[in-house]
């Protein structure tokens, strides 16, 4: 009667061990999608940024020499 017990209590463990790894991954990649949406507004901005510069650098009729 002792193995089969211990049986059941180790497999809940596991059990229980890979449900609290699943929520740390899960929030590991919500974490992650913030970082890229982040990065990502970052990156639109600084190439509206480039493109409002080169239509001033375009108007001017200058050279980057």
Do not use: N, Y
Request: aromatic content about 6%.
């Amino acid at each position: 009667m002792f193995w089969p017990m211990l049986a059941i209590a180790l497999g809940f463990l596991g059990i229980a061990v890979l449900g609290v790894l699943a929520v740390r991954v899960f929030l590991e990649v919500q974490r992650l999608g913030r970082q890229v949406a982040h990065t990502t507004e970052r990156i639109g901005q600084a190439a509206e940024d480039l493109e409002t510069a080169a239509v001033g650098l375009a108007r001017t009729g200058e050279s980057l020499r």
